[in-house]
T-cell receptor
Framework: DAGVIQSPRHEVTEMGQEVTLRCKPISGHDYLFWYRQTMMRGLELLIYFNNNVPIDDSGMPEDRFSAKMPNASFSTLKIQPSEPRDSAVYFC?????????????FGPGTRLTVL | GQQVMQIPQYQHVQEGEDFTTYCNSSTTLSNIQWYKQRPGGHPVFLIQLVKSGEVKKQKRLTFQFGEAKKNSSLHITATQTTDVGTYFCAGLLMKPYGQNFVFGPGTRLSVLP
């Protein structure tokens, strides 16, 4: 199994630009999670999906952030417009069952830099 | 608010010394998971504890879940340079209308050869 796949691995953009991060979960996993990691705030859960349906988006910081999961094998996290404070590593993770009770498999992350 | 804390924030040890990180929650946890993140890497699942007072071992790593299910610890015996990384605990906190999975801030371990 290839594991969780994220693209791009690195993204550098200018303030105000739209950024789209992509994730392909492990096949057969029903749960997908988006996290943001910074030195100041650590690992933060932004949103998670169950069977492609968003379950809890209370961690999404602002309306500038949106996430979709159009099918079981693909999810996107979009930031529009991006700001320098959005600079972070964004991880996608997937799990067979509810991630709170089952192993979460993390992707390699996307390192986002907003200038 | 509800949160999961970890101490220490950083730990530097000489290779061969033991290491312990502690995880504490302000509220009872349904379970707790431990993850390790190598520098530049992504979190990797180590173990899950569910029962009050549970103790699990993985080679040189010993994990404990407190009797009140509000704290946990990870102990590494005779550290090696391969143990370098940040160790996170993550707890499942029950809310009235659902549940909340929260990561602690992590303990960064450095091992000097």
């Amino acid at each position: 199994d290839a594991g969780v796949i994220q693209s791009p691995r690195h993204e550098v953009t200018e303030m105000g630009q739209e950024v789209t991060l992509r994730c392909k979960p492990i096949s057969g996993h029903d749960y997908l999670f988006w996290y943001r990691q910074t030195m100041m705030r650590g690992l933060e859960l932004l949103i998670y999906f169950n069977n492609n349906v968003p379950i809890d988006d209370s961690g999404m910081p602002e309306d500038r952030f949106s996430a979709k999961m159009p099918n079981a094998s693909f999810s996107t996290l979009k930031i529009q417009p991006s700001e320098p404070r959005d600079s972070a590593v964004y991880f996608c993770a997937s799990s067979l069952a509810d991630g709170g009770t089952d192993t979460q498999y993390f992707g390699p992350g996307t390192r986002l830099t907003v200038l | 608010g509800q949160q999961v804390m970890q101490i220490p924030q950083y730990q530097h040890v000489q290779e061969g010394e033991d290491f312990t990180t502690y995880c504490n929650s302000s509220t009872t946890l349904s379970n707790i998971q431990w993850y390790k993140q190598r520098p530049g890497g992504h979190p990797v699942f180590l173990i899950q504890l569910v029962k009050s007072g549970e103790v699990k071992k993985q080679k040189r790593l010993t994990f404990q879940f407190g009797e009140a299910k509000k704290n946990s610890s990870l102990h590494i015996t005779a550290t090696q340079t391969t143990d370098v990384g940040t160790y996170f605990c993550a707890g499942l906190l029950m809310k009235p209308y659902g549940q909340n999975f929260v990561f602690g801030p992590g303990t960064r371990l450095s091992v000097l050869p």
